[in-house]
Nanobody, 120 residues
Framework: QVHLVESGGGLVQPGGSLRLSCVAS????????MGWYRQAPGRERKLVAS???????RIVDSVKGRFTISRDNAKNTVWLQMNSLKSEDTAVYYC??????????????WGQGTLVTVSS
C-alpha cells in the first residue's frame, strides 16, 4: 500500500524552479518528522531537507538558500520548493515521514520517488 504520494518532478533548465509535493494517505496519522531525500545515479540516498511537526526545518548546505521545505499538518502534506536549480540537483527525490500506519504501528515510511532532471 502506498502511504506517501509524491508529485511535481520533471525536466527543468538550469536556473529554473520546481515544487515537489508529498501527501500522506489516510492510512497514516500522528505524523511527526517529514523530509525529502534524493538519490543521484550511482550515488547513495541523502537527506535534502526535513521539517518537524512544529515547523523546525533543516536544510543541507548544498541546497541552502535555494530550497525551502514547508508542510501543512492539517493536510498531511509537505512541499519542497526548489529554485536556482543546477545540474547536480538531478536525482530521484523521495518523500519520507514518521507516523502511525493503520494496523502497523509507528513506522518510517518512504514514497516511491519523483525524478527531477536539470538539463538544458
Amino acid at each position: 500500500q502506498v502511504h506517501l504520494v509524491e508529485s511535481g518532478g520533471g525536466l527543468v533548465q538550469p536556473g529554473g524552479s520546481l515544487r515537489l509535493s508529498c501527501v500522506a494517505s489516510d492510512s497514516m496519522s500522528n505524523i511527526d518528522g517529514m523530509g525529502w531525500y534524493r538519490q543521484a545515479p550511482g550515488r547513495e540516498r541523502k537527506l535534502v531537507a526535513s521539517i518537524t511537526r512544529s515547523g523546525i526545518t533543516r536544510i543541507v548546505d548544498s541546497v541552502k538558500g535555494r530550497f525551502t521545505i514547508s508542510r501543512d499538518n492539517a493536510k498531511n502534506t509537505v512541499w519542497l520548493q526548489m529554485n536556482s536549480l543546477k545540474s547536480e540537483d538531478t536525482a530521484v527525490y523521495y518523500c519520507n515521514a514518521y507516523g502511525i500506519v493503520l494496523g502497523k504501528g509507528y513506522l518510517e515510511v518512504w514514497g516511491q520517488g519523483t525524478l527531477v532532471t536539470v538539463s538544458s
